[in-house]
């Protein structure tokens, strides 16, 4: 087993960073069964159940590819399905992820163009236009963006850049990434008319990390026959064609598709409108006891808060990283860091998957306290306005408006 | 699978009844392995290391009995190894679960005689050395005390009445029931002279139920000698023997065993004072939360308030139990009922096991919304309450004091 | 985690002692689930479920009580719900546990009158009706019987006691131990009119052992009112009183209820017919191959051959405990041990529980090789003849006899 | 939960495909641990235990990465990490799994120049010398041999392929798929002078799919440094910085990690040596029953037979799926299909993982009762020479010969 370095905890650990998130028991269990053939007739019941049902998460009724790997891998296959050597691509800066994704699409050839940002806003559907109304030629052939970028806590408003690329009638393709949004936050591949969506098992999928996925409209698929980006292990053609049976070309990962069966189940059980609901209740929880504790927000525009995870900046001249570490040593919560530029400077709160009321409050509890043991300035009681909050937001769930 | 009535909630539960309580994840997997044969050579290993180790929880090198049972047939054990039919024994009305003890006494065939009490407070040493100083002809055969009434919340001082019982020169057997306090609050078998320690599993150890157990002195050994009560399954002599090398004379619980020996992993790993040191301080929080809201503890002694469950006395006018209910469905959280005479009067916090600190924050805030959701008055603010109380704790963990 | 003295061997253990028996995946799984409040909503959906099913296994529609307790308890439970001190019970010598039970019987103040026997066979349906004709009085109160003697593999033919009893006109209660049968061999508590019926959960049932069973009759219930035993815990009154509302009076082993629920989906699922069907053929195949090896079945009367177990005896001058401790050693393989005055001259294979034809040929190949290796004098190839008798009753099951 | 076609089968399933192998439970209860920050400093911990170890098992001191991905995409990693467009590889075409590897490699835009093969042994190594001694001007890049053909059961021999470089004086990268040997056969990374060995988690590493690894020499970390091909998910050099401190730079497969840490304490436990000859021996025992039924082994040359599986060939007129079918409808055992120019023509049993003795029992009398069902023609006993095999060869392990 692994060693446990906070075995003088009792309780369960607060997984709380942004994913990977806690994964339910009956996940667990589910992926604690024997493995079984991978080629015969029980496995492929399986696999056309996952499937078929995957889609619906998507909000789609096109394919979605699963692939044993973490969400980078779907970030390659994207390109590598669609693109050819050389090809421009618009992306925004809107984090560290959406970085990491351009620096993934220049070691394969691509040549990205940035939309600059400053890490606390989702991406400019204005300046997407602008950049798409200005090549004529066509030139660029995707625009990629990150749906909510797990690295700020600001998401970019995906239906309104969809508008914004229609508006220039630019023929490229549309990718996004969702891995920190998918079964969180209401996201509609199909209604929004996206080519390839990107996501990770380990997130509102409430799965350990090891599938991702793209779901692939029949666009991007016809890109797919031109595209001269080499690729194997992420083709979508051979996968497609043995997904038919309910089978996969090579070995798939089979106990992580047993979770992800028992995670479907679970999710459409409460349905995708309740989950919904309830992260957004729980980031408008969350808000509101950062606001109570006189902290801010790293997402400077409302209507791009993400309701999977919220990016508290520290005070000045406090660590966010020594903060962390003394909620993890006395409390046994991990909470996220700051990534690349905003290293030292925020820590993040997950607040998605399988989560609930008294999680939060545990959670939240747990900035609070860690704040008084680390000396960190704050006015006490977020915690307070979180739990009044919830009692207002059950005991009349309309009239709550959303604050700003 | 059981049926979840609650399967619209994502999270997990939140059991705060006091007991069974919050399995640990690596009790759960420890009993999820493959039983074996409970005659052969590896059984011997596992029962010997469990049968040594379980004594250290009990703090008494004599030994301590097993059983696949519930904590009611250990109550059975105690009395059935020990006394006659006919045999009078003391007993104090803390509250419910004292009085279904002296019920299965009686069933027995054994004649209880009843210190009356208010079921708000612990037994009365006084009163205990009164009745055995009166009872000269030593009629009275054994005291037996609930150590922490799970009903109340109040604990019974064991080590005075032990006092009380030697300044009375009596030879009565001392029975303590601790099933809902072992391996929560400080117990000593020995050094407090008890004859016999009656527990279960499904609390403090951390385990499901189904597994109880009997600590017994060499008095108590000497008293089965002579017991007439008629017994077989509850027999010592036999369990006993068996033990010598690492077996049962009938077929052991074998994967609660299992369980049983990753719980006493956990306990010794974290160190028995540092258990009941969390167990006081989760348990002075969660008092001083129930003052911050302006409602009364049950317990009307401080000096006998348990650290494993609080009893939270509603308001009049206002059922305990409609209260829980709203709780259960609207937050995913069990409270302990109000039992017999306390139905509808009072609920129940259990914050006992594999506990910490955000656990309980969670649990704290689950009462006051719920006290919200289910306009029942109280103050706002006992969960600030209790998380200035853990930073305070935390900061300065010796200046805090108990406050009564 | 338990110290596993063979963890040089790779692969699964055998487990092919006549009980406990190989709990399947979804049973274990079943059971490391959390458990949950016992006197919640969610709880009650189990109890009544598990407490209905169940009585299709014992072939009943009267009710049935289950216990934290190993089987042993549930024999007590029998004994002190239906009798009074000084009863005479009629018994039949069939082996070790008939032994046991009579033993249990004495400890708790009955009279047994013992019908003595070789250990080779059933009890004599002739002489318990003449028994029971010279018992004028009706002095005897209750008949006694075990179905399945587990360390002999020898059963009783319980219809034809039944019919001995009445050609008696015998009132005595007529109580039977299924534990080594449930589940496994065909059992019908209603039809042959038994008032008592004992069982175990770890043995047919695919259980942890942990749990017991009392399946009871109108007119057992209508002595239980008048039975003087002392009882508590195993008292019948107050349990049926709970479990009209699917919970129990004292906390029951929950997580062993799990398992119990998912080992009734398996076994309804299979089809008890199908299930003794199988048990059936295994044991045959078995007969066949001890035959093979030229070794003598214990049981003398192939009309009494069990199905679940069959002990074999050993070679003059041969230790069954040395050959069972090559096995072990080498094969990873757990045989049954010869019981009290069967040590040492028999072994025992269980092919009981969830058991399948690949299996049981392991199983007795673990039995060829390792009468090999500990030098056991036998002819070789019993493997091959139960294989070819599995080939031939599965390729026309119904032309395959039962040979003897 | 997967809907169960077999649900009417009681017993263990046996999944004798050359891979997924049967998962241990230690190890499925390590995956079913929840998951944890993978970038705290307790998944520090584990991943430096992983990295550290994982070496033992390729037998070097040189790094192993580890991906989350099937077998298929370190296949790529291999080629991506070191190759360039248009350069040429040398492979031989032992079986399917060799073909895949080189339409991968067609795939990726390499140029493979492919030894013919029968599909009945290994790579020849004058047939690789001869190709290398003529490419004067060192046009091939890298030599890509499949150690152990899943699809025929003919090895490899490595060490006499990197002879037969050597001798050629070739400098070509040396690249070996141990996809089905690793942890099976004897496999030395270093001592063999392997620059690339690729290896999946699902076969003799006992785990699910879902990890796959390359061993990588410093000789094909300097040649990543020149490579061309694009790569990032793949890319050794942002693995192995992020290692060092025990991390990856995606999110790993934290669940199977620390299943990968339980295999690794179950090999390392046994020991590699007794690892490689259990399989040995039960392949001997699996071949003499071949031979037994009078049916043919595949691999044609004894010194490259398999000892993790053997593929037989059907009489004529007989389909191999048919029978497989019969075995898995019946005797609930998935044995492994004919592929691609093999398809219908062989059956592949599977004897490697987590396996034993009696394992293999029950896996031969599947096979010849199927071929009693299914009415294949063949000898009777095969089972029994086995037998007599695994006797003899335990009784006097070094006495026994293998037999061609």
Known sequence: MTTRLNSHFAGRHFLQIPGPTNVPDRVLRAIDQPTIDHRGPEFAVLGLDILDRIRTVFQTTQPVVIYAASGTGAWEAALANTLSPGDRVLMAETGHFAMLWKRLAERLGLVPE??????????????????LADDRAHAIKAVCIVH???????????????????????????????????????????????????????????????????????????????????????????????NRKGYWPSTPATNLLYGL????????????????????????????????????????????????????????????????????QHLDMSLGTGLSKLAGKVFRIGHLGDFNDLMLMGTLSGVEIGLGLANVPHRRGGVQVALDYLVAARAAPKAIDRAA
């Open 114 to 131: 940035l939309l600059p940002g400053d890490w606390r806003r989702g991406a400019d559907p204005e300046a997407i236009h602008a950049t």
């Open 261 to 328: 069966q028992a995670a479907l189940d679970q999710l459409l059980d409460e349905g995708l409108p309740n989950v919904f609901a309830r992260h957004d209740r729980h980031a408008e929880a969350t808000r509101r006891a950062v606001r109570g504790w006189n902290l801010e927000i790293l997402c400077a525009n409302p209507a791009e808060y993400s309701s999977s995870l919220t990016a508290v900046m520290m005070p000045p001249g406090h660590d966010a990283d020594a903060f962390r570490s003394v909620v993890l």
């Open 148 to 242: 909510n970028e797990t690295s700020t806590g600001a998401t970019s408003r995906i239906a309104e850049i969809r508008k914004a690329i229609d508006r220039a009638s630019h023929p490229a393709l549309y990718m996004v990434d969702t891995i920190s949004s998918l079964a969180s936050i209401d996201y509609r591949h199909d209604e929004w008319g996206v080519d390839v969506t990107v996501a990770g098992s380990q997130k509102g999928l409430m799965l350990p990390p090891g599938l991702s996925f793209n779901a692939v409209s029949a666009k991007a698929l016809a890109a797919s026959r031109q595209a001269k980006l080499p690729r194997s292990y992420w083709a979508w053609d051979e996968i497609l064609e043995a």
